[in-house]
């Protein structure tokens, strides 16, 4: 145990893969469904009158009588895709929390309306011209690699009509956290595990050119230790304006958020429309 401790204490290499899987796992995924749905927190849904703002304005600058189809990535248990679908989308939800899919598809059997619910990875879509426009909200974006980020655009754009959008939103460096440590001690299980269990919580910077962040949590139960690296990225509005540059876009607008706030370079967030 000694040994398989002092392994993670110290700074992961860049992109050290977890231990463990975090959005799909079996104990993890309960509390994460159980955030989305706590319309008292922020931590995986944004609050609903949020949603609600957020889904009017999107439907304002691309009116569902001309565009159509909408197909929401990392759509969680469905909280925008019943919205889209109640402000006249046609929804496709993409996500890869089986336990969030499931749920998302039992609310709209219970509901009688039709939504198209996908289990699977949205860097591996495989659309041709078939979306009007495309969401990926709460700041996802900026939580995959380079790599994975023009991958993306590049499956976007493809899966995306003539003139359909792309939404999302991502964190500007103001969000970026100082480098720490800490501890947490949970005696009846929590989070991370439904056994008791120590956290050992990092905050590391990188020197990349992508000034990658880490926030790792190494879980320690009587007889495991699970290490959890979440990787996050930061933007102004000249690092992602030049990142989506050679994706092809016709034309880009930005906003202070993906309810159409007023841009600040004050702001924790900033959203970007982008139109084939
Ligand atoms: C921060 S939550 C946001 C959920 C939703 N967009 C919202 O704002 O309510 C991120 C969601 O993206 C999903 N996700 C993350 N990476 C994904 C991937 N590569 N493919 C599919 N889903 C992914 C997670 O399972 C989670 O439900």
Redesign the pocket.
Same mark, same amino acid.
């Given at each position: 145990m000694f040994n398989n401790l002092t392994r993670y204490l110290k700074k992961p290499q860049l992109y050290a893969q977890s231990t463990g899987i975090f959005? !799909?796992d079996e104990h993890i995924s309960k509390g994460?469904l159980e955030a989305?749905l706590n319309p008292e927190w922020d931590a995986?849904?944004?609050k609903l009158d949020f949603v609600d703002k957020s889904v009017s304005w999107i439907a304002a600058i691309a009116p569902p009588a001309q565009f159509k189809n909408l197909l929401?990535?990392?759509?969680?248990p469905g909280?925008?895709a019943e919205r889209f679908h109640k402000a006249g989308y046609s929804v496709t939800g993409?996500?890869?929390?089986k336990r969030?899919i499931d749920y998302a598809k039992k609310q709209s059997l219970r509901s009688k309306i039709n939504i198209e619910y996908h289990y699977?990875?949205?860097?591996k879509i495989d659309y041709k011209e078939r979306f009007d426009v495309i969401t990926l909200?709460?700041c !996802?974006y900026g939580?995959l690699s380079i790599t994975d980020r023009i991958t993306l655009l590049k499956k976007v754009y493809e899966a995306l009509k003539l003139g359909g959008k792309f939404i999302f939103d991502v964190f500007t460096p103001v969000k970026r956290n100082d480098e720490s440590r800490s501890w947490h001690y949970f005696d009846n299980g929590g989070f991370w595990s439904e056994k008791p269990h120590i956290c050992l919580e990092s905050v590391y910077q990188y020197d990349d050119e992508d000034e990658t962040e880490l926030r790792q949590t190494i879980v320690i139960t009587e007889d495991t230790v699970n290490c959890y690296n979440i990787w996050d990225h930061f933007f102004t509005t000249e690092k992602l304006v030049s990142e989506i540059k050679p994706a092809g876009f016709g034309s880009y607008e930005l906003y202070g958020d993906v309810a159409g706030k007023e841009y600040s370079d004050t702001g924790e967030t900033i959203c970007i429309v982008l139109t084939k």
């Open positions: 959005w !799909d994460l989305h995986a849904t944004r929401d990535l990392g759509c969680g909280i925008y993409i996500d890869f929390s969030s699977m990875n949205y860097l909200i709460y !996802d939580a």
